[in-house]
């Protein structure tokens, strides 16, 4: 999974709970992104971020947030968890961004919120 | 509205037969096309892209179509593997860099 980790790979909670999942990269690449996968829906971009610091939203945002303090992990927060954010989330990192970029992916983590 | 269509759903398969997956989009301005492989419980791999001037891409026993005047892709597998058994997804970039997927094709290969 070209040295992306992801952590935990699984986590049940409750309604109501803070979650926070880690992705750690050792390719020193630039952008990384966070992604949902539902079934019914093809990959849906959560947040990326362009460098340490330096994040932006995608399409499905809203109850997440992020934060990027070093080149190799990018955080993803769930406020206050609900069941709608039941979901397999995959981060993915790139090298250059945009146009031709290549996505590699890590291998998931599938939460399951009670 | 950018969309990404892929059909069949589902396919079954014997293991050694050829297939061919289909992607319809219409995502515009059309920047690339690429086709991922997403084994089971893990993250999708990139098989190929295609820009506009490219209608013929081969990486192995995989070979993707793509014709931009009618904005259809096709994945042809051949010879196919137990291990071809996965979900192929299409996705397409817009020249405005938003990134569309597909709902994949869930392939099963029988021995």
């Known amino acids: 999974d070209a040295g992306i980790t992801q952590s935990p790979r699984h986590k049940v909670t409750e309604t109501g709970t803070p979650v926070t999942l880690r992705c750690h990269q050792t390719?020193?690449?630039?952008?990384m992104y966070w992604y949902r996968q539902d079934p019914g829906h093809g990959l849906r971009l959560i947040h990326y971020?362009?460098?340490?610091?330096?994040?932006d939203k995608g399409e499905v945002s809203d109850g997440y947030s992020v934060s990027r303090s070093k080149t190799e992990d990018f955080l993803l927060t769930l406020e206050s968890a609900t069941s709608s954010q039941t979901s397999v989330y995959f981060c993915?990192?790139?090298?250059?961004?945009?146009?031709?970029?290549?996505?590699?992916f890590g291998p998931g983590t599938r939460l399951l919120v009670l | 509205k950018n969309q990404v269509e892929q059909s069949p759903q589902s396919l079954i398969i014997l293991e050694g037969k050829n297939c061919t997956l289909q992607?319809?989009?219409?995502?515009?301005?059309?920047?690339?096309l690429r086709w991922y492989k997403q084994d089971t419980g893990r993250g999708p791999v990139s098989l190929t892209i295609?820009?506009?001037?490219?209608n013929t891409k081969s990486n192995g026993r995989y070979t993707a179509t793509l014709d931009a005047d009618t904005k259809q892709s096709s994945l042809h597998i051949t010879a196919s593997q137990l291990s071809d058994s996965a979900s192929y997804i299409c996705?397409?970039?817009?020249?405005?860099?938003?990134?569309?997927f597909g709902k994949g094709t869930r392939l099963h290969i029988l021995p």
């Open positions: 971020s362009y460098g340490v610091k330096d994040t």
């Open positions: 992607c319809n989009y219409t995502v515009s301005p059309f920047s690339n």
């Open positions: 390719e020193n690449h630039r952008y």
């Open positions: 993915a990192i790139s090298d250059i961004g945009g146009g031709l970029e290549t996505q590699y």
């Open positions: 295609m820009t506009f001037s490219e």
């Open positions: 996705v397409v970039r817009s020249g405005d860099d938003k990134i569309i």
